[in-house]
């Protein structure tokens, strides 16, 4: 069975300082990749996508993602938050078929001024 | 606007009372899944929906009970079996025709006193 890991739970960033959000999955073919972002309060916003091609992804938001077979790994990047950007953040994979994405646990971003 | 439309945005229900939460969406997707999300525990798949009268338990789906009598509709009730259904709910669709991203509701907010 498909899984994901976000290992960090919270991640703290000074606004304008760059980001990495880690993922890390486990799939037996290659995977469908997501990253979504979450408000409070709020349904899921698609940020980007994963499904062959260029490992480089770029997403909405000025967001970036890199997948890396060798380490099953899917991470996000920014290289200038905002405040704006403070919400919580789940990387997701889908196997083939319609059953549906498995997300990892999530990591919730706080920006400080 | 195209999307998926939930429906209500918040509910509260006594102990023991069936209550049921809608899901609309006019993107013409085949595809149709509910997800229930917990603090700390990222989304977890109850049921899902490929097609009309058609659909699959996911992870979760003990408690909770859906039906797809049209393509564009995809409600979910949950139950009085459900020991613990205080939880916010979202909905999602997938086009079925080759497509592998998942959309997001804005989701449902169940509060059971």
């Known amino acids: 069975a498909q899984s994901v890991t976000q290992p960090d739970i919270h991640i703290t960033v000074s606004e304008g300082a760059s980001l990495e959000l880690r993922c890390n999955y486990s799939y037996g073919a290659t995977p469908y990749l997501f990253w979504y972002v979450q408000s409070p309060g709020q349904g899921l916003q698609l940020l980007l996508k994963y499904f062959s091609g260029d490992t480089l992804v770029q997403g909405i938001k000025g967001f970036e993602a890199e997948f890396k077979r060798s380490q099953s790994s899917f991470n996000l990047r920014k290289p200038s938050v905002h405040w704006s950007d403070a919400a919580e953040y789940f990387c997701a994979v889908k196997g083939g078929g319609a059953d549906g994405l498995t997300f990892g646990k999530g990591t919730h971003l706080i920006i400080q001024p | ?113």
């Open chain 2, 1 to 113: 606007d195209g999307g998926i439309t939930q429906s209500p945005k918040y509910l509260f229900r006594k102990e023991g009372q069936n209550v049921t939460l809608s899901c609309e969406q006019n993107l013409n997707h085949d595809a149709m899944y509910w997800y229930r999300q917990d603090p700390g525990q990222g989304l977890r798949l109850i049921y899902y929906s490929q097609i009309v009268n058609d659909f699959q338990k996911g992870d979760i789906a003990e408690g909770y009970s859906v039906s797809r009598e049209k393509k564009e509709s995809f409600p979910l009730t949950v139950t009085s079996a459900q020991k613990n259904p205080t939880a916010f709910y979202l909905c999602a669709s997938r086009s079925g025709t080759g497509g592998n991203t998942i959309y997001f509701g804005e989701g449902s907010w169940l509060t059971v006193v």
